[in-house]
């Protein structure tokens, strides 16, 4: 269902029409949701089922969920609900852990990019972390930290006073969460396809190109 935004109370819903009021604070005109209001909507539905099933996760698995969640963009469910099942939930554990080191590349690769962008802003890393109450790291800078980097830092980890670096998202045993995943965790990506896999994707009402590339796609979903 599309979904739109109040410009006034910033309340986001979904309406199958065009809605000619707010249903939270009655402004007459609600505009379509934007990508970013689109994502922050599902994100919150997502880090709840995430959240619920979370206890029952190794620590790795906890880790790991988070960066599966960041770099799945809501607006990509189509493709995300795609891979899930074919390369992840119904596949070999060879081809599942290969589906992981990508994933595990491209989030390094972005921490690395955020790291340049945080060292141009004339910021350094310590080794040492200090948190605040609410767990948001006590650290110069902190509002130059990119997403990747902030992702990073709030990855549980055995001793939560040595910043996290690289070794963190490598000491993740993939292979193991691939091969022997807990129940808790094969239960989260179970509730996460059923959560998105009748996301719309904005896009496809952007680029009509896509759309004969989607149904290819469906079809060996079966
Ligand atoms: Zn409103």
Known sequence: MPLYACPRCHNIFPSPDKPS??????????LPASEVEFDAFYAKQLAAIREAYAPGMSMDERNWTKVLLFLNKPRASFFTSHLLRNYVLNATPELCVDTYKGYRWEFSRM??????ALQLEGYQE???????????????????????????????????????????????????????????YRQFLLD???????????????????????????????
Not at 23 to 30: E, L, N, S, T, V
Not at 201 to 212: D, G, L, V, Y
């Open 126 to 184: 310590s080794k040492l972390l200090m948190r605040r109450e609410d767990g948001t790291p006590l650290v110069k800078g902190w509002d130059c930290y990119g997403p990747a980097l902030r992702l990073l830092y709030s990855f549980e980890a055995v001793d939560p006073h040595k910043s996290p670096n690289l070794g963190n998202i490598n000491g993740i045993d993939l292979q193991k969460i691939a091969a022997e995943p807990s129940e808790a």
């Open 111 to 116: 921490v690395k990019q955020d790291r340049i």
């Open 21 to 30: 009021a707010c249903p939270d604070c009655g402004h007459r005109r609600p």
């Open 192 to 222: 996460w396809l059923e959560a998105v896999k009748d996301v719309p994707s904005p896009m496809s009402f952007i680029i009509p190109e896509a759309k004969p590339l989607l149904k290819l796609m469906k079809k060996d979903d079966k």
